[in-house]
């Protein structure tokens, strides 16, 4: 079977879908990983083949406008800007997709879910299309509105209509953050791949103090450098009894500030190798940091400033794992001020804990390998 796994530009989208790619690899498959040319050197990265499509678009820029609004721009206007950045994406990537799609003869297309070239183009070339999700389905909110911002593209690939949401959804969510999904769901475990890096040295010995990470993705800092708090909430918890380390990349080192001599800066980590020596996390509220902490049982506190991010958030907080600041923060004295509530209240941590077992307990990606089976040969349907 030959698997053509599709996102736009953004590795974090990339990185969600890694696990079940190399699955079925180890299963025999033939997989592609095809993307715009900026995220060429991320697929190389993650070991699997790649191939360029289409030309690349400017996401960071129609990010900062979402987030800081030029002035006398009009309040909640993120939503249909966002909408037109992906269906921008989508036209710039379909027709090479498609084309790629047919001389590589593809079974099957594999789409993180903001990505809709690859249901289009999947619908072109007569072959299922299955979305895999990176967090919390962001999509079926703007599910009805789909189909009207899709349609000059379908029309144009003389399609009648496309369904966004393809034949299933591949979840790496535990049940307790799910939300309603727009086709069959296959839960998968999550498996973290925060890309590619060594394990960093050895944590010092316990002190008997809570540990706490403290990570801003790679997000805010492309969009703006003042939207990466991570130096901030730093400082803001250093008068509190714990132990801090802060992960970063190395271009993000210089916007930390300055740092109390006894935190601990790990550059280029993955995340999954820091946080197994963690109590607790203060970040971003990007999906794959939150999904990463969760897979180790830890309670978070994040301030988040994408859209996503708040939605990412806001459903760990209503699970009862995590507590959310709504970011820019005024006074840093909160950020300190809900790290000890997190950190003193065992609930959040057995809400975290409970989390952990359900994400655990969810099929691997080799089992959803055979599901992926199933729906490309037909034998499954919604």
Same mark, same amino acid.
């Given at each position: 079977?030959?698997?053509?796994?599709?996102?736009?530009?953004?590795?974090?989208?990339?990185?969600?879908?890694?696990?079940?790619?190399?699955?079925?690899?180890?299963?025999?498959?033939?997989?592609?990983?095809?993307?715009?040319?900026?995220?060429?050197?991320?697929?190389?990265?993650?070991?699997?083949?790649?191939?360029?499509?289409?030309?690349?678009?400017?996401?960071?820029?129609?990010?900062?406008?979402?987030?800081?609004?030029?002035?006398?721009?009009?309040?909640?206007?993120?939503?249909?800007?966002?909408?037109?950045?992906?269906?921008?994406?989508?036209?710039?990537?379909?027709?090479?997709?498609?084309?790629?799609?047919?001389?590589?003869?593809?079974?099957?297309?594999?789409?993180?879910?903001?990505?809709?070239?690859?249901?289009?183009?999947?619908?072109?070339?007569?072959?299922?299309?299955?979305?895999?999700?990176?967090?919390?389905?962001?999509?079926?909110?703007?599910?009805?509105?789909?189909?009207?911002?899709?349609?000059?593209?379908?029309?144009?690939?003389?399609?009648?209509?496309?369904?966004?949401?393809?034949?299933?959804?591949?979840?790496?969510?535990?049940?307790?953050?799910?939300?309603?999904?727009?086709?069959?769901?296959?839960?998968?475990?999550?498996?973290?791949?925060?890309?590619?890096?060594?394990?960093?040295?050895?944590?010092?010995?316990?002190?008997?103090?809570?540990?706490?990470?403290?990570?801003?993705?790679?997000?805010?800092?492309?969009?703006?450098?003042?939207?990466?708090?991570?130096?901030?909430?730093?400082?803001?918890?250093?008068?509190?009894?714990?132990?801090?380390?802060?992960?970063?990349?190395?271009?993000?080192?210089?916007?930390?500030?300055?740092? /109390?001599? %006894?935190?601990?800066? +790990?550059? !280029?980590?993955? #995340?999954?190798? =820091? &946080?197994? @020596?963690?109590?607790?996390?203060?970040?971003?509220?990007?999906?794959?940091?939150?999904?990463?902490?969760?897979?180790?049982?830890?309670?978070?506190?994040?301030?988040?400033?994408?859209?996503?991010?708040?939605?990412?958030?806001?459903?760990?907080?209503?699970?009862?794992?995590?507590?959310?600041?709504?970011? /820019?923060? %005024?006074?840093?004295? +909160?950020? !300190?001020?809900? #790290?000890?509530? =997190? &950190?003193? @209240?065992p609930a959040y941590r057995a809400a975290a804990e409970g989390l952990r077992q359900e994400m655990h307990g969810q099929p691997s990606p080799a089992r959803v390998v055979r599901e992926l089976e199933l729906l490309a040969t037909g034998a499954v349907r919604r």
């Amino acid at each position: 079977m030959r698997i053509l796994f599709t996102a736009w530009a953004w590795p974090s989208h990339l990185y969600a879908m890694v696990p079940v790619a190399w699955a079925c690899r180890a299963a025999g498959h033939d997989v592609l990983v095809a993307s715009q040319p900026e995220l060429t050197d991320a697929i190389s990265r993650t070991g699997l083949p790649g191939a360029s499509v289409g030309r690349d678009v400017d996401a960071v820029a129609t990010f900062r406008d979402i987030v800081l609004p030029p002035p006398g721009h009009r309040p909640g206007a993120g939503g249909p800007r966002v909408l037109g950045l992906l269906t921008a994406l989508a036209e710039a990537m379909v027709d090479d997709l498609v084309e790629l799609g047919r001389s590589w003869r593809a079974d099957l297309v594999v789409f993180e879910p903001t990505a809709f070239a690859g249901p289009l183009a999947a619908a072109a070339l007569g072959i299922p299309a299955v979305r895999h999700l990176y967090g919390t389905d962001l999509m079926s909110v703007v599910g009805r509105f789909l189909p009207d911002a899709l349609g000059p593209l379908s029309g144009k690939l003389g399609l009648d209509t496309v369904d966004p949401f393809g034949v299933a959804t591949v979840d790496p969510c535990p049940a307790g953050l799910q939300v309603p999904v727009g086709s069959r769901r296959l839960p998968v475990r999550y498996v973290p791949h925060n890309g590619p890096g060594m394990l960093p040295p050895e944590p010092p010995a316990p002190s008997g103090r809570p540990r706490v990470c403290v990570t801003w993705g790679t997000t805010l800092s492309r969009v703006d450098p003042g939207l990466f708090l991570a130096g901030q909430a730093v400082r803001a918890i250093s008068a509190l009894e714990v132990d801090v380390v802060v992960a970063v990349t190395p271009g993000q080192r210089a916007l930390l500030g300055p740092l /109390p001599s %006894e935190v601990r800066v +790990a550059e !280029s980590a993955p #995340l999954h190798l =820091l &946080l197994p @020596t963690c109590d607790a996390v203060v970040a971003h509220g990007g999906a794959g940091t939150l999904l990463t902490a969760v897979a180790y049982g830890l309670p978070q506190l994040l301030l988040p400033r994408l859209p996503d991010h708040v939605r990412h958030a806001g459903r760990l907080a209503e699970a009862g794992a995590g507590v959310v600041l709504a970011a /820019p923060v %005024e006074d840093p004295a +909160a950020i !300190s001020d809900r #790290l000890a509530e =997190l &950190l003193a @209240t065992p609930a959040y941590r057995a809400a975290a804990e409970g989390l952990r077992q359900e994400m655990h307990g969810q099929p691997s990606p080799a089992r959803v390998v055979r599901e992926l089976e199933l729906l490309a040969t037909g034998a499954v349907r919604r």
